[in-house]
């Protein structure tokens, strides 16, 4: 958000990054309303009393309970979150109003994972925030992601995604199937896990259940695709070819076989009003479960008792998300920004955003501590959450490698399987060609 006060004269470098941003855009609709506002801040600098507006999506732990305690500690600033439903909606809102200047954004603005490498080309629309001080707060590939190739940090880390198995264990047991946490993950292949046999368990549950065995192909082909270490490019940023990219072309064929051939998948998309729907009606069995995702599991399945978490992942280990906090540089209060995204990410108030919503610390020191390994969850029958995500961390090796094209080739790859699985206007083969030609059209 830009200050009445601030020259409206920027840097060459600032506009080339401003209008290369544009074109990313061009395809978005912008949100209506911003996330913050000029009358949001009276002044800047110690003493002075100001508002810093934070907008997050889906739920970042950050309670009102949590943003007063920065309040409290200083008493000149006080902080507004605003929370976007999907992470779409967050990344529309802010490639369109950084694309127009930076006018309307936030003070501190989350991004995903998936969109940050198209971000990490226009450095200058980020505040630096580098900090020697805190050297060694976050596992390495973490800070890896949000630093350029010169060096510049522009995103402190929040959450990460190492992922489970959660599961309806009353669904397992109506349909005959060993139903505790320790059976459910033998069932699934143990630490040898593979997809294989979590497709075996499938087609032995859907033959005796009613329910689907999992919610969506396309979280099964997210999943499948965050274990690939370059999946859409080369590790210099080259794209592959499509057409030709087996891997991709195998995860797409393998996820439709076994949602429609073999039934497995409850053809919803997530984050849909359907999506929704299912927590309450038995749609579906089990889901890729990122430590994130155990919050908006809880908050659709009211009145459901059946949840569980298992220690298991086929394939191996699995990051599926997690997030940064980033400054714009357009922004007023960009040294106290700094300042409060520093301490929201902080390993004490990473914690407490775990023990909210789930979202498992990126922070060495929140990992390590008790506070995290000891937790359980009520909702998912007293699940050891923090020792299974530990163990689940302990299981990725590194983040594999996202360019600045990965987002719109894989949204091209999605589309594909949601005209399958979700929309069910075309059959695998056609769906395949229309994909092909709109990863053509990206003109890469």
């Not at 800047?44 to 009102?64: E, H, M, P, Q, R």
């Not at 274990?227 to 499509?242: C, F, M, W």
Request: proline residues 4%.
């Amino acid at each position: 958000m830009l200050s009445s006060t601030r020259t409206t004269r920027r840097p060459r470098k600032a506009i080339t990054a401003v209008a290369g941003l544009a074109a990313i855009t061009l395809a978005l609709t912008a949100c209506s309303s911003g996330s913050g506002s000029d009358d949001d801040a009276t002044g800047s600098g110690d003493g002075d009393k100001i508002t810093l507006t934070v907008a997050t999506f889906n739920d970042f732990g950050y309670t009102d309970e949590l943003l007063a305690a920065y309040t409290a500690e200083h008493p000149n600033v006080t902080v507004k979150q605003t929370k976007a439903a999907k992470s779409e909606d967050a990344r529309t809102n802010l490639t369109t109003k950084l694309a127009a200047g930076g006018e309307g954004l936030a003070d501190i603005e989350a991004i995903e994972v998936d969109w940050l490498p198209e971000l990490m080309q226009y450095p200058d629309l980020f505040t630096d925030l580098t900090d020697s001080s805190l050297d060694g707060r976050w596992v390495d590939w973490k800070v890896q992601q949000a630093t350029t190739t010169d060096g510049k940090l522009i995103g402190y880390g929040t959450d990460i995604g190492p992922s489970a198995i959660c599961y309806r264990q009353d669904l397992f047991e109506a349909a005959g199937l060993p139903s505790d946490p320790a059976g459910v993950a033998e069932l699934l292949g143990g630490e040898d896990a593979t997809w294989d046999d979590y497709f075996a368990a499938g087609k032995t549950f859907v033959a005796a259940s009613d329910a689907a065995w999992y919610d969506s192909a396309m979280s099964i082909s997210q999943a499948m695709v965050n274990q690939i270490d370059n999946a859409y490019e080369e590790s210099d940023g080259t794209p592959k070819d499509l057409a030709s990219n087996q891997p991709i072309i195998d995860i797409y064929d393998t996820v439709l076989e076994q949602s429609t051939t073999n039934e497995l998948s409850a053809g919803l998309e997530q984050w849909s009003g359907d999506w929704d729907a299912a927590f309450q009606n038995d749609g579906f069995a089990t889901m890729i479960c990122p430590a994130w995702m155990t919050g908006p599991v809880e908050e659709r399945s009211g009145g459901v008792t059946g949840w569980n978490v298992a220690d298991v992942f086929p394939g191996g280990g699995l990051n599926w998300g997690g997030s940064f906090l980033t400054v714009p540089a357009s922004g007023p209060n960009a040294e106290a920004a700094k300042e409060l995204a520093a301490w929201l990410t902080d390993p004490a108030q990473q914690t407490t955003a775990f023990e909210n919503a789930g979202t498992f610390p990126s922070q060495l020191e929140a990992q390590e501590s008790d506070a995290v390994q000891s937790f359980t969850n009520d909702f998912f029958n007293d699940a050891p959450v923090g020792t299974i995500f530990v163990n689940r961390a302990l299981a990725i090796d590194s983040a594999p490698f996202k360019g600045a094209n990965y987002f719109s080739i894989h949204t091209t790859v999605q589309d594909g399987i949601k005209r399958v699985d979700v929309e069910k206007t075309d059959d695998a083969a056609s769906s395949w060609q229309k994909t092909l030609q709109s990863f053509q059209d990206l003109g890469l």
